[in-house]
C-alpha cells in the first residue's frame, strides 16, 4: 500500500493540473490578443504634418482592418497604407476610387471633370496635376494639408491591397478625442 501511495500523490498530480491550466489559459489569451492586433484593430500613431488640419504627429488613431474585407473605399475615409519605397506606415484620405479620373486646376480637386467639395483641406494646392484615371483595384489618396504631403500626386494611385484599416477616432491625446472620417 506504501508503494502505491509513493507513486501516486494526488496532490502532486493536481498542482501540476493547476499549472498547466494556468500556462494554456494565458497561451490562449495571448493569442487571442495578437489576433485582434494583427488582423481586427490597432492603434496607430501619426508622424508628419502631411494630415494637418486634421490630424497632428504624435496623436494616437483607433484603425479597424476588416473594412474593406465586407466593402470597399469610399471618398473620404482616412486609411493607413504602405508606400512602395517607404517604410512604416501612412496615413492619408481617399480621394479617388476606382474607374474614375482624378485632377487638380486652379486649386481645386475635380472628379470625372465636376469640381468636388474639398472640405478636408484648408489649404488648396499650389500645383495642378493632369488627369489621372485611377485602374480598377486602386485608389488616389491625398493628405490633408496638400502643399506638404507625398502622396498620389508623387507616387501613382494606390493597390488597395496596400491598405493596412481604416481611422474611425483619435484616442491620445485625450483632449483631443474625436471621431474622424468621412
Keep these: ?7 501516486y500523490n494526488p496532490r502532486k498530480r493536481s498542482q501540476g493540473r493547476e499549472a498547466l491550466s494556468w500556462v494554456l489559459t494565458i497561451a490562449i489569451a495571448i493569442a487571442i490578443a495578437f489576433f485582434f492586433r494583427f488582423f481586427v484593430v490597432e492603434i496607430i500613431r ?16 483607433v484603425v479597424t482592418k476588416l473594412d474593406y474585407v465586407f466593402g470597399r473605399p469610399e471618398r473620404g ?5 504602405k ?8 496615413v492619408k484620405r481617399v480621394m479617388g476610387l476606382p474607374g474614375e479620373t ?3 486646376k486652379d486649386g481645386n480637386v475635380y472628379i470625372n471633370g465636376e469640381k468636388i467639395d474639398d472640405k478636408y483641406a484648408t489649404v488648396k494646392p499650389d500645383e495642378p496635376m493632369e488627369p489621372v484615371e485611377i485602374p480598377e483595384g486602386y485608389v488616389f489618396v491625398m493628405g490633408d494639408n496638400r502643399n506638404n504631403s507625398t502622396d498620389s500626386r508623387v507616387i501613382g494611385p494606390l493597390p488597395m491591397q496596400d491598405i493596412v484599416g481604416v481611422a474611425h477616432f483619435v484616442v491620445y491625446p485625450f483632449d483631443k478625442m474625436k471621431a474622424i472620417g468621412r
Design 83 to 90: 508606400f512602395e519605397d517607404r517604410e512604416g506606415l501612412i
Design 1 to 7: 500500500m506504501d508503494e502505491i501511495r509513493k507513486r
Design 102 to 104: 482624378i485632377e487638380i
Design 77 to 81: 475615409d482616412i486609411i493607413i497604407t
Design 46 to 61: 501619426v508622424d508628419g504634418p502631411s494630415m494637418e488640419d486634421t490630424l497632428y504627429t504624435d496623436e494616437q488613431l
